[in-house]
Structure formats: structure tokens, C-alpha cells
């Protein structure tokens, strides 16, 4: 049951319907799949109301193939850093990795936010991964997103989980089996049928995304 409600909030956030964030400077989705390229995004929203953000500098984990998507009106500067302990990633060592990225030069007036879009390969075990943020304000405020989850300023975290894909499976089809499965071991004759109606309609509606998904793929 765990592992079926687990993948099926990993196939929200795999297809971008995670829930809205709240105030704070957050990586969407905050979820991700182990060994995954996933693409991300800060969402950065500007919480005062006389005042505009104008940098927001993101300190990320130790990950490789780290690449970023343009944002119009913003400049973005990089450092790297060079790991104590290097990755082994296919069977190689990755020493150097991205350290911080500073996006500066635009603005983010009050009640407006910003997404800065990036991708990274994730861990091939389960984790928590954090990422430290500090967000500049044009009043000379500095808010310093890095604290635990439940502080007032708490750093973006995201989950690796592990749902057991096999090498040739994609998300959807490890959902649906995974939701499928679930429902076997759960029959009307254990608990009622309850739980495994609620799972069949799991397995129905992740069947329907994956077939829209499908037809979107083919048709671009």
C-alpha cells in the first residue's frame, strides 16, 4: 500500500501536477526518481510588498550533468566546486560539480514570482536532497532561505525516491504495475473491497495519463 500511494504522488510531480508551494522560495517538483534526469525549477516569489527581488543565488548538492534553461532579463553566473569524495556515475568519477548559481540583472515586483528552470541526474540511491537558497530584495534586504523544514525560512528540499523501474520500464509503466500490484494484495476478501476499489481507480486513471501522454509524444 505504501509503495502504491508513494508512486502515485511521484506521478503527479513526474507529469508537473504537484501541489501549489507556499511563499517561499521552492524547487518544483519536490520530488524525484532515483537515477532520473529530471528537470526542475526554483520558484521564486516576492513576499514584500514595497519591494522587488532582484538576485536569488541557489546552492545545490553535489549532482552531475547539471544544465539550465535561459531566463529572459536574467544573467546567470556559475561556481564550481571540486567534491572530497567524487560521484561514480556510469562507472565513472565525476570530481567537479556545480557549486552555486546567481541569477541577477532582472526583477520580480511584489505579488509576482519567477521560475528558473534547471536539470540534473539524480542519485542512484534513496535521499534528501537540499538546496540552500538567498534571495536578494532591491531595498537591500537579504532573506536567507536555509533552515530546517519546519523554520520560518526553510531551505527547498526534494525526495529521491526509489519505486523499483527496471532498465527498459518509463515512470508510467512502474506506476501502473506498482498500483496494480497493490491492488492484488489488497483483494475484497482481505479488507472489505474498499481498498481495492480505491486502487483500481488508481490503476485506471494513471492508464488514461499514460495513453494521453502517449498521443501528446506522437503528435509532437
Known sequence: MRRALI????????????????AHVTIQPDEALVGDFARFVVRVPTERDDASTIEI?????????????DTPGWERSIEM?????????????VTEVVGTVTWEGGEIEPNEFQEFGFSARMPDQETTLEF???Q??????????????????????????????????GELEVLARLAGGAEAENS??????????????IAIVLAAIALI????????
Open 132 to 134: 540552500a537558497a538567498i
Open 136 to 169: 536578494t530584495y532591491d531595498s537591500g534586504e537579504v532573506v536567507r532561505w536555509i533552515g530546517p523544514p519546519d523554520s520560518e525560512e526553510p531551505a527547498a528540499l526534494v525526495e529521491v525516491l526509489d519505486i523499483g523501474a527496471g532498465e527498459e520500464e
Open 57 to 69: 543565488q541557489l546552492e545545490l548538492p553535489p549532482l552531475a550533468f547539471v544544465s539550465f534553461q
Open 188 to 201: 475484497p476478501a482481505e479488507d472489505g473491497g474498499n481498498l481495492g476499489v480505491i486502487l483500481g481507480w
Open 7 to 22: 508512486a502515485l504522488g511521484v506521478g503527479f510531480a513526474v507529469l508537473g501536477l504537484a501541489a501549489p508551494a507556499l
Open 81 to 93: 566546486r571540486t567534491l572530497d569524495e567524487p560521484l561514480e556515475v556510469f562507472g565513472e568519477q
Open 213 to 220: 501522454v502517449s498521443l501528446v509524444r506522437k503528435r509532437a
